[in-house]
């Protein structure tokens, strides 16, 4: 090579006039590869090694890049076993125990026998070690170096604004992380505030059915209990006849009846609303029931003074009428049913009845 700075110019104008296109990628952005590949060609070196360091001591990251000539080795193979030879023999000062210039001569005398350190540039946080790798010592070693730190402040602004567009891309990510779960959280608060509306509106309810029940039940409870205390009063009475005395007798029991079934009511409402678990199903039969809620309820319907005739409608005989259910509950239903179509009917036919159809009741 010729000496001095101009001559290497003069000789590698079109490499100069490109030189802000080193380390550029397709789409103009800077890579630590392209850039080693394209001084290598530049300088005209057997091989480089570009070693880029940025971080702190807590998070240290490192980039390493290799380059072989590929117009003198042309051979694949060769340039294979070049680059392995090269990543074999860097390593770390505190690793290999001696400098990293020796290091590379003494690893790989067979590749090269002249090596160009420079550092490009070094402050608190990064740093740009150059590497050039000769076979003969036929080039100037000034231009070389001068070229190189003609270089550094364009490979210290790509590495800058590397380094900020990967922290823009990372504060990025943090930020849809962010608003995503940002979006979690409303549509948790949104979907709590609906739970709360309806829990809201289920209280409502509940109080307004609170509220109708104990008036009902209020109006429940007097009836009888007036009765009771009316005919209870009237068997003071010194005018009472015997025959008066049973029927008030007949009235109030009636009425204490009504009492219980109405406690009744109110302990299996506790017990659903707890959840009480009901007993396993058993064998009932399903006349039995039906005879004795009707020759309740008739003396009911006597007691009231009512036009009504209650009638039982039976599918199957006594002994043949079994089911497999819960023998109390089916006697409150029924109970309830006529308890219904008593109070609600002033005269006529009351049936009640059961068939089966496919095995069912």
């Given at each position: 090579?010729?000496s001095g ?10 490499e ?21 590949g ?28 290799f ?16 680059l ?15 400098g ?22 070094r402050?608190n ?9 000769f076979?003969?010592?036929?080039f ?23 380094l ?59 009836t ?8 209870t009063e009237l ?17 109030i ?44 309820y ?23 009428d ?40």
């Open positions: 090579m010729k700075l101009l001559s290497f110019f003069c000789q590698h104008q079109q100069i006039s490109s030189i802000f296109g080193i380390g550029c990628d397709l789409q103009k952005n800077f890579c630590i590869d392209h850039f080693t394209g001084l290598c060609q530049i300088l005209e070196a057997d091989a480089l090694i570009s070693h880029l360091t940025w971080g702190n001591n807590s998070k240290e990251k490192e980039k390493i890049s380059a072989v000539n590929s117009e003198k080795y042309t051979s694949t193979d060769e340039q294979i076993a070049i392995e030879h090269l990543k074999s023999s860097f390593l770390p000062v505190e690793q290999h125990g001696v990293l210039k020796r290091a590379i001569i003494i690893s790989v005398d067979s590749v090269c026998q002249y090596v160009i350190e420079v550092e490009l540039f402050d946080d990064k740093s740009c070690q150059i590497f050039v790798l076979k003969s010592d036929e100037n070693r000034f231009s070389i170096e001068s070229f190189l730190q003609m270089v550094a402040p364009k490979v210290e602004h790509a590495v800058d604004h590397y900020a567009k990967v922290g823009l891309q990372n504060q990025i990510k943090e930020l849809k992380y962010l608003q995503q779960q940002l979006v979690n959280k409303n549509q948790l608060f949104e979907n709590t505030l609906q739970e709360l509306f309806q829990t809201k509106m289920m209280a409502n309810e509940s109080n307004l059915l609170k509220s109708a029940f104990l008036a009902n039940l209020s109006h429940e409870i007097r009888p209990m007036n009765v009771i205390l009316g005919f068997l003071k009475s010194n005018l009472c006849t015997d025959e008066d005395r049973n029927g008030y007798i007949e009235i029991q009636q009425n204490g009846w009504q009492l219980l079934h109405i406690m009744d009511n109110l302990i299996d409402i506790s017990k659903l609303k707890m959840r009480h678990v009901l007993s396993s199903p058993d064998r009932v039969f399903i006349n039995a029931i039906m005879e004795k809620q009707v020759q309740f008739q003396k009911k319907i006597f007691i009231s003074q009512k036009i009504i005739q209650l009638c039982i409608i039976k599918s199957d005989e006594d002994g043949m079994v089911i497999f259910s819960n023998g109390e509950i089916i006697e409150k239903v029924l109970g309830h049913l006529l308890d219904n179509a008593v109070k609600f009917t002033r005269e006529g036919t009351i049936n009640l009845g059961y068939e089966f159809k496919d095995d069912h009741l």
